[in-house]
């Protein structure tokens, strides 16, 4: 599989994701399952249940396996989260993402790694459309969508994306991505 590089140079600091190989998942495996398991995280992301390091490590090769396009996140070289394209059929797929400190949480930065992600889907894999699920409290994730410009689905193709039947499932199409995140300096390569 070749796998792809993101980078965006913004006046906040520099952003880098980068689909991993399987020593970069099993080397942040341990500060993944961390933030997954964050008591503020874990019920925005839908899980009551603690995610152990080896179950992170089997969730992305299971994933990869499935063709979803995974992402760790860096700002200006730190760790910063996760995100993902998954469920990747027919021109569309949903994403998800996760800012892994909740002292990060809320400015900005989500939104940021989102475009970023959202440019590679929309040029990279030739997506016509992208969906989210959200947890109904998930305000904030709610909010990074609606910026991008996303709007409540309740289609059956969007509910087709509901991680689970009491979710908000969101959805944007190409065109108006990019009526609302014009082209930036987003570099996309190959690793």
């Known amino acids: 599989m070749q796998r792809y590089r993101l980078d ?3 006046p906040s600091g520099h952003l880098l994701a980068i689909e991993p190989t399987p020593d970069e998942i099993r080397a942040h495996a341990a500060a993944l399952a961390t933030a997954y398991n964050d008591p503020h995280n874990a019920p925005l992301m839908g899980h009551t249940d603690p995610i152990p390091e080896a179950e992170v490590i089997d969730n992305y090769e299971s994933m990869i396996a499935d063709g979803s396009r995974l992402f760790l996140l860096f700002h200006d070289g730190a760790f910063a989260g ?3 394209l998954r469920g990747i059929e027919d021109g569309a797929a949903e994403f998800a993402f996760m800012i892994a400190a909740t002292a990060a949480q809320g400015k900005g930065l989500g939104t940021r790694f989102a475009i970023l992600v959202h440019r590679f889907g929309f040029s ?3 997506l016509h459309h992208i969906y989210a699920s959200i947890v109904p409290a998930n305000v904030a994730s709610r909010r990074v969508f609606e910026k ?3 709007v409540l689905d309740h289609g ?3 509910r087709g994306f509901a991680d689970e039947p009491g979710d908000i499932v969101m959805a944007i199409d190409r065109a108006t991505f990019e009526r609302h995140q014009p082209a930036t300096d987003i570099q996309i390569a190959t690793r």
Do not use: M, Q, V
Request: no cysteine; aromatic share 14%; hydrophobic share 40%.
């Open 148 to 150: 991008l410009g996303y």
């Open 156 to 158: 059956p193709t969007a």
């Open 82 to 84: 996760d995100a993902d």
């Open 8 to 10: 965006w140079s913004t």
């Open 124 to 126: 990279e894999l030739a």
